[in-house]
């Protein structure tokens, strides 16, 4: 993407005054985003950016700066410029560099790129089509394909040169359902580090009619009634929990600030002995997977929770120096006008034993949150407030009549304790996390499990 000499040239310049770290992360990117609303094309765009980001450590000292012009001359400059508020004891000499090699994990049979835009638009139809023909009361459809491509180039003080092509495509439909007197919607978004073949992993009809499903379901549901009772939430999705409630607190982002619930428990019990919890930023062709994470170290598997046991936290190079803690191949940025941080890439809790239809039998009386939603998390705390998109009463061991305007109410680390059944169906489900380094794809998931005691919001 640059010639090594321009690379070179630019680190010499950012090392001159003394850093002791000095790292250039160059990024193309292609991106194109069709959407329909009710069948009919309403945007088609597509755009390329191109940039890069400098950036220098002097201690636990952070300069940041990102250019869209990657000249020589303009990046030297630069480079010169952040030096010049640096004033280290130790000239560093750019050690010869070291390209990294690794088998891809994420094959690309079909670039999104050579597909004519007709034949994406037809699929979105398709879908729409489906999702109107479910039942006379869906009334809207919004219909979604977006491709991504990027290329990346990280290059180090440390000898370290990488390059990545990243390719993620993903589709997503939403479906209104309407009465007389309100609406109610369904929503789903299947993705991945993949390319067109994603409509050969997917069937869009089918995952239209579930939108629409939803939706139906939510349309004619009696208010969800409130207090603290089991909450048995279903695979996929219903892993955002975690990810939000407790994922951002096992970040070195927040540890190493001593931000999180979670800072200075490796070793101790934090869960319940049935809950495993893996990072892994490896799984092929995951939506949160990559070769490597942004500062160039390869991305690996990590393992946070094991039985309960508080086993590892994410971390990135900047604040594993501050925590004297090695870096997990966790570091991600949206794009080069971030700095990149520790961030979560497919995150999940591993499956257990039980079956759902156990679980659910063993219910008496609860909460069946089968799809989640969104909500807000306080990091330092773990603090949370999940919506149900779809929800269900639990009676005699039998899922009953649907509810609505459920929602999720607790803090994380009494949550993780809470966990009595762990099913054996684990399942993805893709979304964008949102951090001070911007937003990125990741990977959420979860068997069903159950919460022995959860407090429950409802509404009329």
């Known amino acids: 993407m640059l010639k090594k000499s321009v690379v070179e040239h630019t680190l010499e310049a950012a090392l001159e005054t003394g850093a002791d770290f000095a790292e250039l992360y160059v990024e193309q990117t292609k991106r194109n985003h069709i959407a329909m609303v009710n069948g009919q094309v309403e945007t088609a765009l597509g755009g390329l950016d191109y940039g890069a980001g400098i950036r220098l450590f002097c201690g636990n000292r952070v300069i940041y700066a990102f250019v869209n012009d990657t000249s020589e001359e303009n990046l030297v400059r630069t480079a010169r410029e952040m030096a010049s508020t640096v004033k280290g004891t130790h000239l560093l000499r750019l050690p010869d560099w070291k390209t990294r090699q690794w088998q891809n994990i994420n094959p690309i049979f079909v670039l999104p790129d050579d597909v004519e835009k007709r034949k994406k638009a037809d699929y979105l139809a398709a879908a729409s089509a489906a999702a109107f023909a479910y039942d006379p009361a869906i009334t809207q459809t919004r219909t979604g394909f977006l491709d991504v491509t990027k290329n990346v180039l990280v290059a180090n003080s440390e000898g370290v040169w990488a390059e990545e092509r990243r390719v993620r495509s993903r589709f997503t439909v939403e479906a209104v359902a309407s009465s ?18 994603l409509f050969d992993q997917i069937n869009v009809e089918d995952t239209a009619r579930e939108a629409a499903r939803i939706a139906m379901t939510m349309l004619g549901a009696k208010p969800c009634p409130a207090g603290k009772m089991p909450v048995v939430i279903d695979n996929g999705f219903g892993g955002v929990i975690f990810h939000e409630a407790c994922g951002h607190g096992l970040e070195a982002t927040a540890v190493a600030r001593n931000a999180s619930v979670f800072a200075g428990k490796l070793g101790q019990q934090i869960a319940s002995p049935l809950v495993t919890a893996i990072d892994d930023g490896t799984i092929p062709n995951g939506w949160g997977s990559a070769n490597m994470d942004d500062e160039g170290t390869p991305t690996r598997r990590n393992v946070l929770i094991e039985n309960g046991i508080l086993k590892s936290y994410l971390v990135d190079r900047m604040n594993g120096r501050k925590m004297g803690a090695a870096v997990t191949g966790s570091a991600r940025r949206e794009n080069y006008r971030f700095a990149p941080t520790s961030r979560m ?15 659910i039998a063993d219910t008496p009386y609860g909460l069946y949150a089968k799809q989640m939603g969104g909500g807000s ?9 999940f919506a149900v998109l779809e929800a269900y009463i639990i009676r005699n061991g039998q899922i009953c009549e649907p509810v609505r305007g459920a929602t999720l109410i607790g803090k994380g680390a009494e949550v993780l304790m809470q966990i009595d059944k762990v099913g054996n169906n684990l ?3 893709q979304g964008m996390c949102g951090s001070i380094s911007g937003s990125i794809p990741t990977d959420v998931g979860q068997p069903m499990i159950r919460v022995k005691e959860m407090t429950v919001g409802g509404r009329g």
């Open 377 to 385: 998390v306080d990091p330092a705390t773990g603090t949370f407030n």
């Open 345 to 359: 890439t497919n995150t999940f809790l591993a499956p257990g034993d039980s079956t759902p239809e156990s679980i």
């Open 427 to 429: 399942k993805r489900a």
């Open 180 to 197: 007389a007197t309100e609406k109610q919607s369904g929503h789903l978004g299947p993705g991945g580090s993949v390319g067109f073949e």
